[in-house]
């Protein structure tokens, strides 16, 4: 399968909305979007089209969640389906990220809360 991801900016958050699988295959396709789109420290990850991550996505995930920390800023997460919340909460991982029901709530709340 393939993997979609969408960009734009929502109240100067940049929001990226993943679609697809993401697998071994897929995540240079996430991660060159990451290096090019996220030039800030805020971003959201739109999970709502994801319908399946292995580990190599988690780990990138992961990545990122701490390369925005360690610059002051935040990795949100939004709308994750089920078989990828499953996999954030068997890696211990699900009370680590800033997850939140959809990209609304995400960018709604402030850049200095963070859940």
């Given at each position: 399968m393939e993997l979609n991801v969408g960009s734009e900016v929502q109240r100067g958050w940049r929001v990226l909305a993943v679609a697809g699988e993401l697998d071994i295959d897929t995540v240079p396709v996430l991660a060159a979007r990451f290096d090019a789109d996220v030039t800030g420290t805020h971003a959201v990850l739109d999970?709502?089209?994801?319908?399946?991550?292995?580990?190599?996505?988690?780990?990138?995930?992961?990545?990122?969640?701490?390369?925005?920390?360690?610059?002051?800023?935040?990795?949100?997460?939004?709308?994750?389906?089920?078989?990828?919340?499953?996999?954030?909460?068997?890696?211990?991982?699900?009370?680590?990220?800033?997850?939140?029901?959809t990209v609304d709530q995400a960018v709604q709340a402030s850049a200095d809360t963070p859940r």
């Open positions: 999970l709502s089209g994801l319908q399946f991550m292995d580990s190599t996505g988690l780990a990138l995930v992961l990545e990122w969640h701490r390369r925005l920390a360690d610059a002051g800023g935040q990795l949100r997460i939004a709308s994750v389906q089920g078989p990828v919340r499953r996999l954030f909460e068997l890696a211990d991982v699900a009370e680590v990220l800033s997850l939140h029901e």
